[in-house]
């Protein structure tokens, strides 16, 4: 796995405590593509995510860009089972 700058950033942040509500949901999504994740759309918003034997299915922030505190939490916790830290 091969991390930009900008994905390391991104995960950096994503692990902060208290949790930030102004990170960018493409920019999780690119992180998760340089992680190895497959992401498929699903039905309406939703995005299903593989990565390693996890998955979860998540929510597209809509019509903002920035991802809500909640799922930032839920992707944390993906990553963290997944074995993905900063």
């Keep these: 796995m091969k991390l ?7 995960l950096s ?8 509500s102004d990170i960018k ?6 992180l998760l593509e340089a ?3 497959l992401i498929y759309q699903r039905q309406g918003s939703r995005v299903g995510i593989k990565l390693g034997k996890q998955k979860a299915v998540f929510h597209t922030p809509h019509p903002q860009k920035e991802t809500v505190k909640g799922a930032v939490e ?3 916790e993906f990553l963290r089972r997944a074995g993905i830290k900063p």
């Design 4 to 10: 930009n700058r900008k994905q390391t950033r991104t």
């Design 35 to 37: 992680c190895g994740a």
């Design 13 to 20: 942040k994503i692990y902060e405590k208290p949790i930030r």
């Design 25 to 30: 949901w493409t920019e999780i999504i690119s």
């Design 74 to 76: 839920d992707m944390r």
